[in-house]
Structure formats: structure tokens, C-alpha cells
């Protein structure tokens, strides 16, 4: 590696990437605004694209729980009966978890740092260039590679879905690749510093990354092992540990909950859940195909050849990155528990990997060109004049200056919907809201209900999400997965009281239907959000005692806390809430056990209660 060509001896190139950097950040801006002003970027309106909803909710959730407990993880109560929030459910939301730790909950803190990720990512494939020896000019153009292949379609559907950690962990996966090249060739304090650095990051946004980078890393450690000393080793060592060991609080809550997303069991697919030909008949969507991003693939191929001349085993990791992305993006099309891990995103990263070796090839070019001439600055000229015509000719300044903005802000449809449920409803029952799956635009932002209403909510929290935890739902008029016109009254009333639903939105003409037909369902008022619904009130006594008595004090994320509590003639109390592992009950004596119920997957919480207690709490601690 030659560190003359760095840019430590080449500052102008620091203004280069200074320059590319404040391009960025224009077209960064331009995500939120189009009068490229600071307003609507710094205020607290959610940005309601994709998943962003649920990931600011379960963010400020985290940051509150970190700030009491030093945990990500709790149990939240608000939706579902009671679901365990995890880093499994939801990955996305580890991000805005750290953005919203650092502004005590603020959702402009969560625009703010998407807004700094997408502004940082020249400088990203710049350290990337740097990590595999490129100089600092072709580092500047691999900046300038990468900060155009990141509005590119593809990439730009992943940061409106809300993908943040793919998008994150996709990019310390190739900083830890190209750095490990480095650290093999020159080690030193600071390519050790950005492999520790960026481990600990992978590990934390996305831990998948960073496992599947591990058998890349032992090929590379198995190649050059023999070349170093023992202190290498020893050091290579320590970055791997202290990374993991960073992490390892919430890393352990990921494993441990890892069931939460997979089909483990009897319900775990052995085989692809669809037939392999599939996976030709749908190559299109395993390979981004827009005209960049083309470009910049067959770009990429002719630079490994570049790079491999001087450097094999950096096009070689580079080659083998590519390969595992695509092996892994596949498989996560055609398998079920790679699927429900969210490994069919990956794919558009691929192109990532051809990022580096196109500047190489196109710097290569340039010298090329300019040595031909005899004069040297002749070559970038012409590399310019030729990359200017390139874009015009694909049309690509039109296409990042027309860039759609992020959906953000409530309509009046949905300012009205909040109102009325919190006018017309109370925290005595659940309201069971009807999920449209992802078929309307921003389906996601009913994840924001329970914190501007203040009430409990059966649906509504991760439409399309597959958990066993919201399989008891109201979605696009199937009730818990079985149509609502195939229950019965009684079937529906007993659904009612066992969840404690007071309330009930419908958009669907089934569910419409049915509850018009049950006989203690009235309706309300009239609701819309894109499509007209019905808000129904349910003329039942609301209790969350299904067995014995008593009275809700507090039901939260910190705790469940119950007053005068008297158990039934057996000496039990049934509770509306899901059960899980992990609860710290006082008094001690109370006993928890499971309330199982064929409808439900997931238990309700059972408590043997030798006799009347006054005040009985319980806390969710992550076992």
C-alpha cells in the first residue's frame, strides 16, 4: 500500500470529498424538503414511509428502557395482549434506538440520523477505497460511485421500507473486508482501530452481516496467517472479542429470542418453501437491473482484473463478498426462516462491491489516457467529460434532483381518526383495529395509535409482519387468519371478552358486516384513512380479569400493577395479557402459570393467588 498516495499527503483531495459530502448532504435534504429548508427535518413529524412508524415507536420505547433498566428489550403491553419487544422483532428499529438514546426520545433525533447515515456514505466507500490501498483520488471517485449508486432505485426503496440496518450493516460488512486487506498487508493502531470500530457497529445494527462475514474472515486469516507474528494474532484476536463483547448485552437478547421470527420446530420448513426454478423465473428481482447500477456492475468486473494485477486476494474478497451476498439475498427468496430474517433485502448491495473496482478501473483509464498524451491532467479531463456524458446520456441528474421525498406528517384523516379514538374511546378495553396489510400507503403508521391516544390496541402495530404475537388480529377481514363471516356471534363474543376489545374499527366490508350483525356491537362514528371505516363500541362489562377480580392501576412497559385483587373459588386469576418468561412478581408467593387457548398461540398469564391481595405488581426483566 502506498501511503504517498493517501490523503494525509494529498489534502486537496480532503477538499475533494468535502465536496462530495456537501453534494450528498443536498441531496439528502432534498428527502425531507423540497425548499431544501431545515424545517421539516428538525420538527417532530414521523416520516410515515414503510416501516419508519414502527422503528421510531420501538426506538423510543428502547431509549426509555435503556435509560431505566440498561436493556433494549421490554414488554410492551400497549399492543397485542402483551409481545416481547426485541432486537428480533424489530432489527430496524436498532438504529433509531441509538438515535433517539442521544435526544431522550425526540422523533426529529430519528430524522436527523437517517439524514447523517445518508449523508456519510461518500466518506464510507472512501475509508472502504482506503482500506484495499486505492489512492486518495480514486477513493474521492469511489465516494462519488457510492453516493450516486445510494439514490439508485434499488437502494432507495430499502431507506423508504426503512431498512436502515440492512443498508448500515451491509456497509461495516465491506468496511471489515476491505480493512481486514489492509490489516493483513500494513498492519498498524489505525487499521485495527476501523476493524474494532466497525465490527462493533456490524454486531450492533445488523449481527447477520457480520456472522456472515466471518467465514470471508477465516479464508483471509487462513491465507496470510503465516506471514505475522504472534502480537498480529493476538490483536486480531482482541478487535474480534472487543466488538462482541460491546454488544454481547443485547446480542444476548437476540439469540434468546430468535424464535420470536423463525419457524423453529415442527412448523420449520426442511426444504426451500418454493421450488427452485422459481429463483430463475424471478431473476430480475435477484439482480438490480436500472442502467446505473448496470454500469457500475460491468465496471466493477473489469477492475477486479485492475486490482487482481497488483492486489489478488483483494479482488478476490471483493469477488467472494459479491458471491455471499447473492447466495445469501437468493436463499432468502426461496427459504422461509432466511425469508423471515429479512436476507432477500441484501440483494441490491451487491452492487456495492463493484463500487471500488469500477474507480479502479476508471482511474486506470484516466492514466491510461493521460500517459498516452503525455500530458497527465488530460486523462482526468477526459474521464470527467466522459462521466458527464455517461449521466447525461442515462439521464441521471434529472433522476437525482427528482428524487421522491419521504411520505412524513398526518393528514387530516388521520388527525381526525386520533381524535376520535381518544374522544371516543377510554383505557378501560381494548379497541381491535382492522390491519389492511401493506396495500395502503403508510400502512405502518397506525405502529404511532398507542402513543398519541393513550389506549390499547389489538392490530395495528406491524401490518404484514409474520410473529406469533400478532397472529391474534383483525386483518383485511380475516380474524385471527379464519374469515370474520365464518364466526359465529358467540364465537365473536367470547373473542371479545377474552381480549378485553371494547372497540372496533373496521374497513372491510366482512368485518363492517359482521359486527353490524352482533348484537351488542353499535356503531359509533364514521372513520376514514384512504378508505372508509366504522368505529363500533361493544356493550360488554370491560375487565382485564378474565378469572377472579380487581383493578388495573398501571399497565405499561414498565409494569403491570393490580389493586384489591381477589382470586376465584380455585384460587386463580387470568389476565387479558400474553404470558412470558421473565416476570418479577411481588408478593413473592403468587405463583405465575399459562392460560392456553386454541385460538391464541401465545398464553395468557395465570396467577395462583393463595387469597386476597391489595396491591400486586408485575415487572418484566429480561430473563
Not at 83 to 105: C, H, I, M, N
Not at 412 to 419: G, T
Not at 597 to 603: F, R
Request: charged letters at 15%; hydrophobic letters at 50%.
Amino acid at each position: 500500500m502506498d501511503e504517498s498516495a493517501g490523503f494525509r499527503t494529498n489534502r486537496v483531495w480532503l477538499l475533494v470529498l468535502l465536496g462530495l459530502l456537501v453534494g450528498q448532504g443536498w441531496l439528502t435534504l432534498r428527502l425531507f424538503t423540497p425548499d431544501l429548508s431545515f424545517q421539516r427535518l428538525l420538527n417532530d413529524e414521523p416520516i410515515l414511509s414503510g416501516q419508519h412508524p414502527l422503528h421510531l415507536y420501538h426506538g423510543q420505547l428502547a431509549a426509555k428502557t435503556w435509560r431505566e433498566r440498561g436493556t433494549s428489550s421490554c414488554y410492551d403491553p400497549a399492543f397485542q395482549a402483551g409481545y416481547p419487544k426485541t432486537p428480533v422483532f424489530d432489527p430496524g428499529s436498532r438504529p433509531a434506538e441509538l438515535f433517539l438514546l442521544a435526544a431522550r426520545g425526540s422523533p426529529a433525533a430519528y430524522k436527523v440520523g437517517l439524514a447523517l447515515c445518508c449523508l456519510l456514505v461518500p466518506a464510507g466507500f472512501a475509508l472502504m477505497g482506503r482500506g484495499i490501498g486505492l489512492p486518495a483520488g480514486s477513493c474521492c471517485l469511489a465516494g462519488l460511485l457510492g453516493g450516486i449508486v445510494w439514490w439508485s432505485p434499488p437502494i432507495r426503496a430499502l431507506i423508504d421500507g426503512g431498512d436502515l440496518d440492512v443498508l448500515l450493516g451491509g456497509m461495516c460488512m465491506l468496511v471489515l473486508v476491505c480493512w481486514l486487506v489492509r490489516y493483513s498487508e500494513q498492519p498498524g493502531m489505525d487499521a485495527w482501530l476501523v476493524l474494532t470500530l466497525a465490527a462493533a457497529l456490524g454486531w450492533y445494527v445488523q449481527p447477520l452481516f457480520v456472522a456472515g462475514f466471518l467465514p470471508l474472515a477465516m479464508l483471509c486469516y487462513v491465507w496470510v496467517a503465516t506471514r505475522h507474528g504472534l502480537v498480529w494474532h493476538l490483536a486480531l484476536v482482541a478487535a474480534t472479542v472487543v466488538a462482541f463483547v460491546v454488544n454481547y448485552a443485547w446480542l444476548s437478547d437476540w439469540f434468546r429470542y430468535l424464535w420470536v421470527r423463525l419457524p423453529f420446530g415442527d412448523d420449520a420448513p426442511p426444504l426451500p418453501s418454493k421450488p427452485l426454478k422459481h429463483l430463475l423465473e424471478e431473476w430480475r428481482a435477484l439482480v438490480p437491473s436500472d442502467s446505473l447500477n448496470v454500469a457500475v456492475g460491468l465496471g466493477g468486473l473489469l477492475g477486479l482484473f485492475v486490482i487482481g494485477r497488483r492486489h489478488a486476494g483483494t479482488a478476490a474478497a471483493l469477488l467472494l463478498s459479491a458471491v455471499g451476498l447473492f447466495i445469501a439475498g437468493a436463499a432468502g427468496k426461496v427459504w422461509q426462516p432466511l425469508h423471515e430474517l429479512g436476507t432477500g433485502k441484501i440483494l441490491p448491495l451487491i452492487v456495492w462491491c463493484a463500487v471500488l473496482p469500477c474507480a479502479a478501473a476508471l482511474a486506470a483509464l484516466a492514466r491510461h489516457l493521460g500517459g498516452a498524451s503525455g500530458w497527465r491532467p488530460l486523462g482526468a479531463v477526459w474521464l470527467v467529460a466522459g462521466l458527464l456524458g455517461a449521466a447525461w446520456a442515462i439521464d441521471l441528474p434529472r433522476a437525482l434532483i427528482r428524487q421522491p421525498r419521504l411520505r412524513m406528517g398526518l393528514n387530516p384523516e388521520r388527525v381526525d381518526l386520533i381524535a376520535k379514538l381518544t374522544a371516543q374511546t377510554d383505557g378501560q378495553g381494548r379497541i381491535l383495529l382492522e390491519e389492511r396489510g401493506m396495500s395502503t400507503p403508510d400502512a405502518c403508521w397506525t405502529a404511532l395509535l398507542a402513543e398519541r391516544t393513550g389506549r390499547h390496541f389489538l392490530g395495528g402495530l406491524a401490518p404484514g409482519w409474520d410473529v406469533e404475537h400478532l397472529f391474534v388480529r383483525l386483518e383485511e377481514g380475516k380474524l385471527a387468519g379464519r374469515p370474520i363471516n365464518e364466526w359465529s356471534d358467540v364465537e365473536l363474543e367470547r373473542f371479545c371478552d377474552r381480549y378485553n376489545v371494547l372497540w372496533v374499527v373496521c374497513w372491510s366490508p366482512e368485518a363492517q358486516a359482521s359486527f353490524r350483525k352482533l348484537p351488542m356491537a353499535h356503531e359509533v362514528s364514521h372513520v376514514s384513512d384512504g378508505d372508509d371505516g366504522v368505529l363500533f363500541r361493544l356493550e360488554r362489562k370491560p375487565t382485564f380479569f378474565l378469572r377472579g377480580q380487581g383493578q388495573v392501576v398501571q399497565m405499561d412497559w414498565q409494569r403491570v400493577a393490580l389493586c384489591e385483587v381477589t382470586p376465584d373459588e380455585d384460587g386463580y386469576v387470568v389476565l387479558s395479557l400474553h404470558h412470558l418468561s421473565g416476570w418479577r412478581i411481588a408478593p413473592s408467593y403468587v405463583q405465575m402459570e399459562r392460560e392456553y387457548d386454541p385460538v391464541d398461540p401465545i398464553a395468557l398469564i395465570r396467577l395462583k393467588v393463595p387469597g386476597p391481595v391489595a396491591r400486586l405488581t408485575l415487572t418484566w426483566e429480561n430473563p
